[in-house]
């Protein structure tokens, strides 16, 4: 039972890219409050954006409100971000992570059990 985040890597000051997160060993995503946080070292976990997979209403961190866009793909399993206009200050490690209650919001790590490995976004200004 697993999370697996990819699409991470380096991209220029305004571009965009695409964070993916898919469930395996029978983890369906559906079942569960999905989320997105980062990490810079040194550096507190950030909660970034969560949805409910059942109506598709999501939650943003104010410093993501407006460029990035969180979305679910029932079929593939897979959780999305998509992340516009990037900027420097969004270099982290982004993770996804599941908690065991899809209908109850939250945008405390401690309250997520499941998590990916993690994957690393560099922005370059």
């Known amino acids: 039972v697993q999370l697996q985040a990819s699409g991470g890597g380096v991209v220029q000051a305004g571009d965009s890219a695409r964070l993916s997160c898919t469930g395996s060993?029978?983890?369906?995503?559906?079942?569960?409050?999905m989320g997105w946080f980062r990490q810079v070292p040194g550096k507190e976990r950030e909660f970034v954006a969560a949805?409910?997979?059942?109506?598709?209403?999501?939650d943003y961190a104010d410093s993501v409100k407006g460029r990035f866009t969180i979305s679910r793909d029932n079929a593939k399993n897979t959780m999305y971000l998509q992340m516009n206009s990037l900027e420097a200050d969004d270099t982290a490690v982004y993770y996804c992570?599941?908690?065991?209650?899809?209908?109850?919001?939250?945008?405390?790590?401690?309250?997520?059990?499941?998590w990916g490995q993690g994957t690393l976004v560099t922005v370059s200004s």
């Open positions: 060993g029978g983890l369906t995503l559906s079942s569960y409050y």
């Open positions: 992570a599941g908690r065991i209650w899809p209908e109850y919001r939250s945008r405390l790590s401690d309250d997520y059990d499941y």
């Open positions: 949805i409910i997979w059942n109506d598709g209403s999501a």
